[in-house]
């Protein structure tokens, strides 16, 4: 077991095995990224086998932190950490998480508590589930402040809680391109059950599925925020929202470019005023 994170600066870092746990990482400079694990610029890191990252409390950053670097993470590994920023919080730089890597049970004190991004590109193939922020807070599996997120064919981010909106994919900024699943996530006390775009591009391809995704508000499936825009190819099925747009719900003057689209059996359930239960 490690006690003491990981800084990859330069060179390459391959992590097969043991214990990564620390304990809380304060710094003098909280405008410095932490994490269990750092992959710096100039750095590359491989995380896989039968490695664990869990149990980490970090006060600035996630349990592994992409700080300009390339960090590959695969297996069942990054678990039950209680982090600031998402359990892999990318800053800038590249992240694979592959598609046998899970990132569970994680919890964020803010937003993202899976995935946070802030820069860089973060490529999702694995499965981002269970994870959740604290009071207040957007985007229980993946939060999207800049740069690009690629969820792809195989990528899944299920059964995550966000307290305020996007359950499963909160998009602040930047891009997020989805292919693969967003099922079953909540917005406990918002909107946006599945995907909460507020700024920034969110497009919504052929193969993708947003399912069984929940909102407390509005927008089960997809919210669409004022004067923002989505393109959706995919299917939006069986979503529930306690107000209006079960599946898909737009604001003010948000747009909506449907490409073949299938939007169904989503339910707007509410008295306040519970209309559109396919599309608001």
């Known amino acids: 077991t490690f006690s003491r994170p990981i800084n990859v600066s330069g060179g390459t870092c391959n992590i097969t095995g043991g214990k990564i746990s620390t304990s809380q990482y304060y710094t003098n400079d909280p405008g410095t990224p ?15 086998g039968t490695a664990q990252i869990t149990g980490n409390r970090v006060d600035y950053g996630g349990a592994v932190c992409v700080n300009g670097g390339t960090c590959t993470i695969s297996g069942n590994n990054i ?13 800038d730089g590249i992240c694979n998480i592959e598609k046998d890597a899970v990132i569970s049970g994680n919890k964020s004190s803010y937003n993202g508590g899976g995935v946070y991004m802030r820069n860089g590109t973060c490529n999702i193939r694995g499965t981002i589930t269970d994870n959740y922020t604290a009071s207040y807070c957007h985007g229980g599996g993946v939060y ?47 909107d946006g059950g599945g995907v909460y775009v507020a700024v ?9 599925i947003i399912q069984e995704n929940t909102a407390t508000h ?21 979503n529930i929202a306690n107000e209006n747009g079960g599946g898909v719900c737009l604001i003010s003057n948000a747009s909506l470019e449907l ?22």
């Not at 920034?200 to 993708?208: E, K, L, V």
């Not at 073949?260 to 608001?280: D, K, L």
């Open 34 to 48: 932490q994490g269990a694990v750092v992959v710096n610029t100039g750095g590359t890191c491989t995380i896989g």
């Open 79 to 91: 678990t039950n950490n209680n982090v600031t920023y998402g359990a892999v919080y990318v800053v």
């Open 144 to 190: 999207v402040l800049g740069g690009t997120c690629n969820i792809s064919s195989t990528g899944t981010v299920k059964n995550n809680s966000a307290t305020l909106c996007g359950g499963g994919v909160y998009v602040a900024s930047g891009k997020c391109d989805i292919y693969g699943t967003v099922q079953g996530n909540k917005a406990e006390g918002g």
């Open 200 to 208: 920034g591009t969110c497009s919504i391809y052929a193969q993708s």
């Open 218 to 238: 509005s927008g089960g499936g997809v919210y669409v925020a004022d004067s923002q825009s989505v393109f959706i190819a995919g299917t939006i099925d069986s």
């Open 259 to 280: 490409n073949g689209s299938i939007v169904n059996n989503s339910t707007a359930t509410g008295s306040n005023p519970g209309n559109g239960g396919g599309i608001y």
